[in-house]
């Protein structure tokens, strides 16, 4: 282990003074000038979330609201029993409930969240009521519930028999370590930029799986799981949510396209920033960010290989394999 944290440490040092990883020198065309049908275009994480993708590109293409396409297209995997990092079929904490976080954004900078909300399956419809019909940010727990009651939500069990049999395997250890790109899939972070050059962004999951009861993650809060602004891009993240928590990635990933980066350089820096600050984490946990700036160019980068997104962009939805720091 001491061998691979002095590997780790000496890469993380090399690259930096370097300033560019070996994605970015591989990549010339991140910098070519932008096709005339560069937008809509929308970017999610993980490849299972294609699917997602296609929902939201049905509201692009007919040249709907970002904010209804990032919409539309969260609500696939929410409902979807089989991903077990989201929604309806999520694992449960450790004490068998299934919680729920969820984020949303538009390109004027308003945010709704919820955290914490059990038996509501789609959660990130739950955080644009919260945005558009409340004057606050975040809802939490019942009063979260409640709300979504309010609004005509229904209640719904969310533990399926796949996700309760996994709880009773982990409990033979009850050991919480988080796996690596485990089946591929997390969080869905999901932006898009529509025919009018309005950027949204929203993140659901139901949070690590045997997490402890209570536990709330990056994704539902605004700079660290998800954030937009119209003027730069946007950018959302998956992974270990503590280790994001911390740097307020997604925060950090806009502003450095402020500051002029391409969202590919400004994703490279905040997993960059986060394993130097944390080496030792990062030998074992993933972190990944994608990012869509104003131009409808984007970036994608994670601490170790394994990462994947959709891109669905002039008429193409494709999966994409990421760049990462280190090979693992």
Same mark, same amino acid.
């Given at each position: 282990?001491?061998?691979?944290?002095?590997?780790?440490?000496?890469?993380?040092?090399?690259?930096?003074?370097?300033?560019?990883?070996?994605?970015?020198?591989?990549?010339?065309?991140?910098?070519?000038?932008?096709?005339?049908?560069?937008?809509?275009?929308?970017?999610?994480?993980?490849?299972?979330?294609?699917?997602?993708?296609?929902?939201?590109?049905?509201?692009?293409?007919?040249?709907?609201?970002?904010?209804?396409?990032?919409?539309?297209?969260?609500?696939?995997?929410?409902?979807?029993?089989?991903?077990?990092?989201?929604?309806?079929?999520?694992?449960?904490?450790?004490?068998?409930?299934?919680?729920?976080?969820?984020?949303?954004?538009?390109?004027?900078?308003?945010?709704?969240?919820?955290?914490?909300?059990?038996?509501?399956?789609?959660?990130?419809?739950?955080?644009?009521?919260?945005?558009?019909?409340?004057?606050?940010?975040?809802?939490?727990?019942?009063?979260? !519930?409640?709300?979504?009651? =309010?609004?005509?939500? @229904?209640? +719904?069990?969310?533990?399926?028999?796949?996700?309760? $049999? *996994?709880? &009773?395997?982990?409990?033979?250890?009850?050991?919480?370590?988080?796996?690596?790109?485990?089946?591929?899939?997390?969080?869905?972070?999901?932006?898009?930029?529509?025919?009018?050059?309005?950027?949204?962004?929203?993140?659901?999951?139901?949070?690590?799986?045997?997490?402890?009861?209570?536990?709330?993650?990056?994704?539902?809060?605004?700079?660290?799981?998800?954030?937009?602004?119209?003027?730069?891009?946007?950018?959302?993240?998956?992974?270990?949510?503590?280790?994001? !928590?911390?740097?307020?990635? =997604?925060?950090?990933? @806009?502003? +450095?396209?402020?500051?002029?980066?391409?969202?590919? $350089? *400004?994703? &490279?820096?905040?997993?960059?920033?986060?394993?130097?600050?944390?080496?030792?984490?990062?030998?074992?946990?993933?972190?990944?960010?994608?990012?869509?700036?104003?131009?409808?160019?984007?970036?994608?980068?994670?601490?170790?290989?394994?990462?994947?997104?959709?891109?669905?962009?002039?008429?193409?939805?494709?999966?994409?394999?990421?760049?990462?720091?280190?090979?693992?």
């Amino acid at each position: 282990m001491n061998t691979r944290r002095k590997f780790l440490q000496q890469s993380l040092l090399g690259s930096l003074a370097v300033g560019n990883s070996d994605f970015w020198l591989n990549h010339p065309d991140l910098s070519a000038p932008l096709h005339k049908n560069a937008v809509p275009v929308v970017i999610a994480t993980w490849a299972p979330n294609i699917k997602a993708n296609a929902a939201a590109w049905q509201v692009l293409s007919a040249g709907g609201y970002a904010l209804d396409a990032v919409e539309a297209g969260v609500r696939v995997p929410e409902a979807d029993p089989n991903d077990t990092s989201v929604g309806y079929g999520g694992f449960p904490d450790r004490d068998g409930y299934v919680t729920l976080d969820a984020c949303i954004m538009d390109e004027k900078g308003m945010a709704g969240s919820v955290t914490y909300l059990q038996d509501i399956m789609h959660a990130v419809s739950v955080a644009r009521k919260v945005m558009e019909n409340t004057p606050h940010v975040i809802l939490s727990g019942d009063g979260a !519930l409640q709300f979504a009651l =309010s609004q005509g939500f @229904v209640k +719904e069990n969310l533990l399926t028999e796949k996700a309760k $049999k *996994a709880l &009773e395997e982990w409990r033979i250890e009850s050991k919480y370590k988080p796996i690596i790109n485990i089946e591929r899939h997390d969080t869905i972070g999901m932006l898009a930029l529509d025919m009018q050059h309005r950027l949204c962004g929203a993140c659901s999951t139901s949070g690590a799986a045997f997490k402890m009861h209570g536990r709330v993650g990056d994704s539902p809060i605004i700079g660290a799981g998800l954030f937009v602004d119209n003027e730069v891009g946007g950018a959302v993240c998956t992974g270990l949510g503590e280790m994001v !928590l911390r740097t307020l990635g =997604s925060f950090l990933v @806009v502003e +450095e396209m402020r500051r002029g980066a391409h969202p590919q $350089k *400004a994703v &490279e820096t905040a997993v960059k920033r986060i394993v130097k600050k944390y080496p030792k984490q990062s030998e074992e946990a993933q972190v990944a960010f994608v990012a869509l700036d104003r131009k409808a160019r984007h970036g994608a980068y994670s601490i170790h290989t394994g990462f994947n997104y959709a891109l669905y962009q002039q008429g193409e939805n494709r999966v994409i394999e990421a760049g990462s720091l280190f090979e693992k």
